[in-house]
């Protein structure tokens, strides 16, 4: 069973940045795409971004492109979320999600994905 866990939320003022990670428990995580997704009170879950297996394709949804980056180390089974120019609205708990399959692509939906972390909270105060 592969455990995933995120690390690096906090409070932050409107403006600041975060940087989370999430750390995988399987040797094997450079076979995953892996994607960030957030849930804000009352909210469903959205798609944030999402990295390839390899690192090779990004992609973000609309409200955060230009501000956040996601990036991997395959060697440390990790994947990162670097959060700049936060805002109120950014405001959720953010989970990483991985999707394990023989292509190199990523995934957008939430039932796309096969194993998720316990989430950690961000907040963003005006």
Do not use: H
Not at 48 to 62: C, E, K, W
């Amino acid at each position: 069973q592969v455990q995933l866990v995120e690390s690096g939320g906090g409070l932050v003022q409107a403006g600041g940045s975060l940087r989370l990670s999430c750390a995988a428990s399987d040797r094997s995580f450079s076979s995953a795409a892996t994607g960030w997704f957030r849930q804000a009170p009352g909210a469903e879950r959205e798609f944030v971004g999402g990295i390839s297996r390899n690192g090779g394709f990004t992609r973000y949804a609309d409200s955060v492109k230009g501000r956040f980056t996601i990036s991997r180390d395959n060697a440390k089974n990790t994947v990162y979320l670097q959060m700049d120019s936060l805002k109120p609205e950014d405001t959720a708990v953010y989970y990483c999600a991985a999707k394990y399959s023989g292509v190199s692509r990523l995934w957008v939906g939430v039932n796309d994905y096969n194993y998720w972390g316990q989430g950690t909270q961000v907040t963003v105060s005006s």
